[in-house]
């Protein structure tokens, strides 16, 4: 199936389906829930269906390294709000490092196609 969405966006979609998965899984109490079970199911189907195309244009170390970096960072923030889980600054700077490693990678890495 070919798409006219810029890869970069189709990312973007997988990394937000991915975490509305994952924040789902949680509120799935071990898939005894059955709309949140599904919203598990559908979030990670249409994640790994976008980064399948997006893997048509991306390098897979690039897309994966964004992919799993931001989605760290935007499950912690989910789980901030949603769940109530605290993160101390040692985690913070943590997450801080994450993003600066996915930044390296596309911005100045041969690998991430910055130079």
């Not at 559908?42 to 992919?67: D, K, N, T």
């Not at 605290?86 to 991430?112: E, K, P, Q, T």
Request: charged share 10%; aromatic share 10%.
């Amino acid at each position: 199936m070919k798409t006219s969405l810029h890869p970069w966006l189709l990312l973007a979609l997988a990394i937000v389906a991915e975490v509305v998965g994952t924040t789902a899984l949680k509120a799935s109490d071990g898939f005894t829930r059955a709309l949140p079970s599904l919203v598990v199911a559908a979030g990670y189907g249409l994640s790994f269906y976008c980064l399948s195309l997006v893997l048509r244009h991306i390098p897979v170390g690039v897309a994966y390294a964004v992919w799993s970096g931001l989605g760290i960072v935007l499950i912690t923030l989910a789980a901030w709000w949603l769940y109530d889980q605290r993160i101390d600054a040692v985690g913070l700077f943590g997450m801080a490092l994450i993003i600066a490693g996915v930044l390296v990678l596309n911005l100045w890495s041969r690998a991430g196609g910055g130079h």
